[in-house]
């Protein structure tokens, strides 16, 4: 019998750091409407969190002139992963940069590199502070952080990004082996074997981090973050809220075939990045799990099973107009 | 840096068996009302699953004269995880059976075993089929096994048994130890650290498994199996149902504080099982999740946070009426 | 002061009868999907109503070659409003056939006449039968005439019927001043007046009737019949089920402005008349409540507020297919 | 043929005016976490709506020692039947105050008088002004007054009074036959024919008003006033947050049978009032309603058909507390 060491582990999708021209907008999306924590805050900077989530934050706005992300970020399952993953990179030969504790306020040391082919600055941590909410706000459920508000955000839920369609075969086999990723659901041409979209998870989630062919060929753009609702009908409720404040809708609310989430797809009025509001879904338990097939000619169902149809390719509507930030503009940015 | 090896692991709670004195009434209550597929059947068993779970059966009826409960199953992470676990019971001197492929139709090899403390009969196992519904209700999304039907049972959500206040501590203690549960919120009388109830699991759930003191001092009882159901609405709608088909209603539809889902606890009309069908709550993927604590004086609203409410102790609506069988009588009814 | 007399009034729209050559297949749809009752049947027809029904019936499915809608019928307030609007019918010089008690089953007599303009078979009636459902499927609940069933379907909600442009102006003028309808939204062309669409109802319903221009230029086409389910979320359900056995969707789910109700339109598999679930909405209580007017500017938020789109005018997937019958061929069919 | 004339009739129940002692806390209810409209507000009232109320308010908050009910207000269908009410008050001996346009903001003639037997203070109105709201609230569609806000209050209910059991009887046929209620559904003792409970209304509501025999023999009492939320779904949110913000509770949430609809009661913190939070039920359009008969052996599953169970009588947790003003307090009070 062979002893079984898992090596370093990814626990969840933790956090994104979004640039956003404007500031006071984002937070009148992510603060009043959809009813986030603000949990620290500069002129410049604000880190929010949703009620059910007890750790410092998983959202960071940083007003900047340009509509970027800084980070996409994980938690480890164990203290040592972070320096053991450090070490995984360094022997691939990827450049990784050490980010001091407390570099992003209440979070302990991490990691930060580019995921090879995709472009995107990924980060890893482990501590993370779990602050109380303000006493007014505070929730008598000591599994909630504060009280329920607004539209009801409970947590972060994945991370959508897109790669050139060229990258994507290649940069899909190195975050699951690396990083330890399961491919939960794809989307390939079955002749050439060539990986169209990948969902994939650490957790029993059908995604903490999906991988998206770019229509415009281009590596390191965001598709989507998505934060999380109770279920459908908060879902229908947060369309109707947000369509009635103007809020740009790109799809949705429908329900994919693929996770069977319900998903409503809007742009933050400051930055015009994408956000996915997502509800429901199934989980996965199984050990063995085989990854669930689809084709372009079967996708159809898996895009949209019910509701406002999505659609892969250049569309007006989903088309991807936010960049993640390379490596070396956020070392000097955030130094 | 220490090498981490995790040992044999759970990988979720995969089915129960029940003896029922009436198995047409059972299956009346869990293939007609609550939606469940029937996978095999025999003149006195009956296999089913929910409408997502793609694995072989969760439910096994039996026709018996008393309602009992043959089994607690639980599947592993790993193929070689049954025999890891063979020799920890081994090392701890507890006596294991050893059931042969097919002995659950559909399932592999599996290690049966009491509880220690608690008197519950567990069994261990990772091989398990994955058949095809028939077309006829074979959904079109390969996330799912069969088309919903009925109250919309998706899949078996956890169970949760009992043993005398006594054994609490030491019960709660070896399930962690051994089998890898985490302790996921807890009641305790604080100045003797005396346990009266844990919520446990092995995957981001609040709990896969629970542990409650018994009111009548007794081990080896059933508290409730519970079954999951898509959102709040649907188990609203399950209560309206059940409701007009005359099935015992124990206490709900409320919403725990402890895990925050709903609740409606309903008796199958064919064994007198207490039944859970159970929506929404909670997911944990904070690696360091420090258990939460509720006492005998602050458990009120965990036990309701709004509903119909749930008491703890004797009281006629939630007292535990249904066994589980001992090891031996088990090994003696189905060799 | 002057003494106000309602004169004859139309109480609820009742009942329709649909022409299906697939007299099986269409209660494969209305009686085990959406979950109706089968009141009264025989070789060739079939009488149902939903569950929160008490009167004999609210659809008939008739076999038939053609798929023709033979009858939509309304309840009038009071016994005598029959003749009433008998007579002022031939005050009119408009054609119309007396009914027998028990040309329906169940019902008492009947007027029945085509709407001038329209095209559109009517009838009135007001005697009907309320019969006990069958034991096994009779509710507790004396206000539901059974137990819930299937997708949910609770009643009929309303009519949706077409006639040609240039007609429109004048039929729906006769329809509020001959049956005291009241216009509740309309879409118009405010430069020339010309009516597209207009949502009338006699009770706080924002429809119980709606007539919308034809995109072919014809009269007497249905453009759906809605069924009302208790909220959204059965109509997720509904929509997650009838996609999953090929029950073909026009359009939705999405929720109208006009009405703020949400939709899903399929077609009834036997018949390809076209079908609108239909759950939610706002009442009008306001003795002078001023229509509300939209523009073919304005009314894309009213026809779609968000979900799935729907749109005005010969595309395809809201295209009507199927018919009005005209008045003599139902004297010469049905006597 | 007889000449129908339906005489004065009443359209809706308007609007309530509720004394609080504690008129800050109350905004903090009804403004704050239900999300109501303030449309007028001096130092000591304040005017409300709900987001889908287009008329100027359905709620008055006075500043007031007593928790008091001022007056329970019904808009009628015409003009003319406020004076046509007035006659028939006089004819009847019953002392009615005139009260001119302007006595409450934004609302024209109205007329007050008790309610024989029950010693409520009703008033009767029929002109009201239609404001829109603030730009920055104003919603997109036209039949939403506001945007949904708070826990989405869309508008008043219904009113349920009580008054002392000897007193049932001839209060409710009063209110019948003078006002034309119609009884929905009944509680009675047969044996007796004394009626415990009735539920009427104007609409095609189950009910817009309720009269409940009061078990401590008292007239006047107000036992709750309802406001209507969109589905269950928002129902069990408002319970979330209402509990998380110490709102007390009564009792909550479960479905009435009587009505079919979801409820929630709840006392407004700054008053005591009982406020019922309402969602769903089922609409009368049968012209031949037969009211629905309930006894004390029956009606458990009437008042409670699952959820956490109300009961009748003087159990603390429904025990009315707040009183109906006098006609003459109120006449010196407001003149």
Known sequence: MTIYNPGPQIAQAGAITLGTPDLEKSLGFFRDLLGMEVVYETADVA????????????????????????????????????????????????????????????????????????????????????????????????????????????????????????????????????????RREFIHIPESQTLLASWMSVTPQVHDLALVANPFEKSGQLHHVAFNLENFSDLMTAADVLKDHDVQFDVGPGKHGIGQ???????????????????????????????IEWTPNTVGDGLTWYGDPLQMGPDNSMAPTTNSAPLHSLAALRA
Chains 1, 2, 3, 4 share one sequence.
Request: include cysteine; charged fraction near 30%.
């Open 47 to 182: 880190y929010l969190r949703g009620y059910m989530e007890l750790t410092h934050h998983s959202l960071i706005l940083r007003r900047s002139d340009e509509a970027v992300v800084d980070a996409y970020s994980f938690r480890v399952k164990r203290p040592e992963d972070v320096e053991l993953f450090y070490n995984e990179l360094r022997a691939q030969e990827i450049e990784a940069i050490e980010l001091p504790a407390g570099h992003e306020v209440g979070r302990g040391e991490a990691l930060r590199f580019i995921w090879p082919g995709a472009g995107h600055p990924l980060e890893l941590y482990y501590g993370i502070d779990k602050p109380l909410a303000p006493e007014e706000i505070r929730s008598h459920l000591p599994s909630n952080s504060s009280k329920r508000r607004g539209l009801g955000v409970r947590r972060i839920d994945h991370f959508n990004v897109q790669c050139a369609p060229g990258d994507m075969n290649a940069a899909e086999k190195w975050v699951r082996e690396t990083l330890g990723f399961k």
């Open 261 to 291: 989430a319900l998903y409503l797809y809007v742009r933050d009025p400051g930055s015009g990045h994408r956000v996915e509001l997502y509800a429901g879904g199934y989980l996965i338990f199984d050990p063995d799990w085989e990854a």
